[in-house]
């Protein structure tokens, strides 16, 4: 079945950048989420790409996507204590699934 | 504003009783969800709704029942029968249903631990 794969963990210096990648299974999928999990709070979107994209950059957000490899990634520019959270890459799929499938997110730790 | 609400935050439940976990939102969105978080397991679906009326199961139903009788309200009950219940429990929902650009906009949660 459809899966969406992440790393569990990464560490940075404030001020570095951050790259959370994903990787995901469905050469079909049409668009790919971003979400951002704070401690004890719902997720919230970040940014997406359509599957027709490269790439895509909002403010110190940037995202590429690989659509060949099935990759995604996710660049935090200057990234900030304040962007310590959970990362969630989410694929579309439709189907018996739900709409979208989630990864098991990518816990960011910024170290000041 | 329009979001989705979960109430209570904090819910403390004895083994062998039922509790019911409220979810409105306010959006007008046609489907809605149900996901249980453990730590380091991301989300697992439990049920879903494409519309009111209507739901199925999602990844993780066994011991959990829905009702979407109204298209605001998406009541999730966790049964004695779920073994092992104590987790985060988030609610979504999102404009319609399929591949187009559909984001799920989440609610705050609700912890519930079985003492």
């Known amino acids: 079945g459809e899966d969406v794969e992440q790393s569990l963990f990464l560490s940075v210096r404030e001020g570095d950048s951050s790259v959370i990648n994903c990787t995901y299974t469905?050469?079909?999928?049409?668009?790919l989420y971003w979400y951002k999990q704070e401690p004890g709070a719902g997720l919230q979107l970040l940014t997406y790409i359509f599957s027709n994209m490269d790439m895509k950059q909002d403010q110190r957000l940037t995202v590429l996507l690989n659509k060949k490899d099935k990759h995604l990634s996710l660049r935090i520019a200057d990234t900030q204590t304040g962007d310590s959270a959970i990362y969630f890459c989410a694929e579309s799929i439709g189907g018996s699934q739900g709409n979208l499938i989630f990864g098991k997110g990518t816990k960011l730790s910024v170290k000041p | 504003d329009g979001g989705i609400t979960q109430s209570p935050k904090y819910l403390f439940r004895k083994e062998g009783q039922n509790v019911t976990l409220s979810c409105e939102q306010n959006l007008n969105h046609d489907a809605m969800y149900w996901y249980r978080q453990d730590p380091g397991q991301g989300l697992r679906l439990i049920y879903y709704s494409q519309i009111v009326n209507d739901f199925q199961k999602g990844d993780i139903a066994e011991g959990y029942s829905v009702s979407r009788e109204k298209k605001e309200s998406f009541p999730l009950t966790v049964t004695s029968a779920q073994k092992n219940p104590t987790a985060f429990y988030l609610c979504a929902s999102s404009r319609s249903w399929g591949r187009d650009y559909n984001e799920q906009f989440f609610g705050p949660g609700t912890r519930l631990t079985v003492l």
């Open positions: 469905d050469s079909s999928s049409t668009y």
